[in-house]
T-cell receptor, first 116, second 110 residues
Framework: EAGVAQSPRYKIIEKRQSVAFWCNPISGHATLYWYQQILGQGPKLLIQFQNNGVVDDSQLPKDRFSAERLKGVDSTLKIQPAKLEDSAVYLC??????????????FGPGTRLLVL | GQSLEQPSEVTAVEGAIVQINCTYQTSGFYGLSWYQQHDGGAPTFLSYNALDGLEETGRFSSFLSRSDSYGYLLLQELQMKDSASYFCAFRSYNTDKLIFGTGTRLQVFP
């Protein structure tokens, strides 16, 4: 079974530029998550999709971050314009369901973003 | 608020046993999970405690005590490949999202 795919793996941009990340979840997984992981910290949820609907985006900086999940499969996360503090690893994860029972999230390899 | 605290770093030698503690604050949660993350890698699921007590999965065991707001991950027969960061996490009743702890970096020496 293929895992969660993300691209690109690395990205270096200058502040105020735009950047987009792509995620392809595990086939059949209804729930997709985007996390931001700053060096030395645990992942922080940015947005959660259930199929193609947003379940939680309370921690997404909506003035500069946007995300979509067309057709309930692939997803893109965009930052426009980027700030220095956006330098982090952006992790995509997926799970079969988002219920509060035992549920395992499978993470992709992440995209390492450096904003100069 | 909701938070999980872990020691920042733990060191041990090959073959030893190490315990990584996790203390948390929340008004209610479904269970405590543990994830492993190697440098430059993705977090991978290790263990889950829905109920109080010990869960054993091979060399790894995880423990939860809701009354003490405390859990731990126990790693036995340490191997060099166990050098990684370990995160505890819970999904709270209020927000229904997975909240990760601060992470513990484990270094295993020969």
């Amino acid at each position: 079974e293929a895992g969660v795919a993300q691209s690109p793996r690395y990205k270096i941009i200058e502040k105020r530029q735009s950047v987009a990340f792509w995620c392809n979840p595990i086939s059949g997984h209804a729930t997709l998550y985007w996390y931001q992981q700053i060096l030395g910290q645990g992942p922080k949820l940015l947005i959660q999709f259930q199929n193609n609907g947003v379940v939680d985006d309370s921690q997404l900086p909506k003035d500069r971050f946007s995300a979509e999940r067309l057709k309930g499969v692939d997803s893109t996360l965009k930052i426009q314009p980027a700030k220095l503090e956006d330098s982090a690893v952006y992790l995509c994860a997926s799970s079969l369901a988002s219920l509060g029972i035992r549920e395992t999230q499978y993470f992709g390899p992440g995209t390492r973003l450096l904003v100069l | 608020g909701q938070s999980l605290e872990q020691p920042s770093e733990v060191t041990a030698v090959e073959g030893a046993i190490v315990q990584i503690n996790c203390t948390y604050q929340t008004s209610g949660f479904y269970g405590l999970s543990w994830y492993q993350q190697h440098d430059g890698g993705a977090p991978t699921f290790l263990s889950y405690n829905a109920l109080d007590g010990l869960e054993e999965t091979g060399r790894f065991s995880s423990f939860l005590s809701r009354s003490d707001s405390y859990g731990y991950l126990l790693l036995q027969e340490l191997q060099m490949k166990d050098s990684a960061s370990y995160f505890c996490a819970f999904r709270s009743y209020n927000t229904d999202k997975l909240i990760f702890g601060t992470g513990t970096r484990l270094q295993v020496f020969p």
